[in-house]
T-cell receptor
Framework: NAGVTQTPKFRILKIGQSMTLQCAQD?????MYWYRQDPGMGLKLIYY???????DKGEVPNGYNVSRSTTEDFPLRLELAAPSQTSVYFC????????????FGSGTRLTVV | AQKITQTQPGMFVQEKEAVTLDCTYD???????LFWYKQPSSGEMIFLIY??????QNATEGRYSLNFQKARKSANLVISASQLGDSAMYFC?????????FGAGTRLTVKP
């Protein structure tokens, strides 16, 4: 049982480059999320999805895009990378409802130089 | 909108003693879940304990307990008999029907 798998684990981007962070889950969870964590800070919600074909913005969506074509996959796209996007990115999934916790991926550490 | 507040950026505790990490929350929802996560220096998010908004008993999981005071909107984490391996960042989080929001975290250091 793999849970939530994020790739890559580490990446260095140059300013202006683009990339996609991959996230896949094998638990048949409808809900999936992307968070970013800046050094010494809590997690901020970027985007989330309540099912295939449905996505919505979180607290800090600017500079990012997502898609959800299948239940399993929820990629995060960074266009025109900026130093402010240097962060650790976590993907998570869950069942629907306020009484269910998240299963987190192991994170992607991204540095934009 | 949900808001989670952790007012202690850093805490120290002596090994084998108990420590309380504070968390207050603000929400207009009646149904919500409260969660605590541990993040060691390796970076992964480790689930510790959960409390539902309708639960009347405080949650306990081994050495962790959650002191839930609904009227005060607080959900403090109590760690008993601290161990050196408890040194980490601790995050309080609240989930409504859609998503989970996190506090800024408390860095706990356990002294030998």
């Amino acid at each position: 049982n793999a849970g939530v798998t994020q790739t890559p684990k580490f990446r260095i981007l140059k300013i202006g480059q683009s990339m996609t962070l991959q996230c896949a889950q094998d638990m048949n969870h409808n809900y999936m999320y992307w968070y970013r964590q800046d050094p010494g800070m809590g997690l901020k919600l970027i985007y989330y999805s309540v099912g295939a074909g449905i996505t919505d913005k979180g607290e800090v969506p600017n500079g990012y895009n997502v898609s959800r074509s299948t239940t399993e996959d929820f990629p995060l796209r960074l266009e025109l990378a900026a130093p402010s996007q240097t962060s650790v990115y976590f993907c998570a999934s869950s069942l629907q409802g306020p009484f269910y916790g998240y299963t987190f991926g192991s994170g992607t550490r991204l540095t934009v130089v | 909108a949900q808001k989670i507040t952790q007012t202690q950026p850093g805490m120290f505790v002596q090994e084998k003693e108990a420590v309380t990490l504070d968390c207050t929350y603000d929400t207009s929802d009646q149904s919500y879940g409260l969660f605590w996560y541990k993040q060691p220096s390796s970076g992964e998010m480790i689930f510790l304990i959960y409390q539902g908004s309708y639960d009347e008993q405080n949650a306990t999981e081994g050495r962790y307990s959650l002191n839930f005071q609904k009227a005060r909107k607080s959900a403090n984490l109590v760690i008993s008999a601290s161990q050196l391996g408890d040194s980490a960042m601790y995050f309080c989080a609240m989930r409504n029907n859609n998503d989970m929001r996190f506090g800024a975290g408390t860095r706990l250091t356990v002294k030998p």
